[in-house]
């Protein structure tokens, strides 16, 4: 690993991008995804540049977006009809490295209890609870 390499390394770790829980909304029908990330400012660039395809058909296609729905909505009301939320982040001061994974997911949780995002409300599906063996 070069001085360099080590250098970014070393400052990635002592300023650690901001960390949380975001929302993509539709302005024209109120629908929402929720989903979290450990680099909310490089999220941000990655779903537009996933999404933009309405402004340069030769970027990446919209086909590389994982969300069917959003995707489609996305084409159909334009780039310019949703907006980008940052909901809330961690504080990475009190949150040691090896736990702020667990804990972004832990507030991703938090919001999709909290706005239920889903069906007619949203983009995001609902994940299938697992009952154990002898619960009823």
Known sequence: MSDRQKEL????????PPMGVYQIKN????K???????????MKNRLQFLLDLKTNPNQ???E????MALRSD?????AESFCFEILETIDTEKIPENERRQA?????????GKLQPYGTKGYNKAKERVTPPGAS
């Open 27 to 30: 302005q024209k029908n109120g």
């Open 60 to 62: 990446l296609n919209l």
């Open 74 to 78: 996305w084409n159909i009301y334009g």
């Open 32 to 42: 929402i995804f929720i989903s979290s990330s450990l680099n909310l400012p490089a």
């Open 104 to 112: 972004v997911a832990t507030l991703e949780e938090k919001w999709l």
């Open 64 to 67: 590389s977006h994982p969300n």
């Open 9 to 16: 390394k070393l400052s990635y770790k002592l300023n650690p």
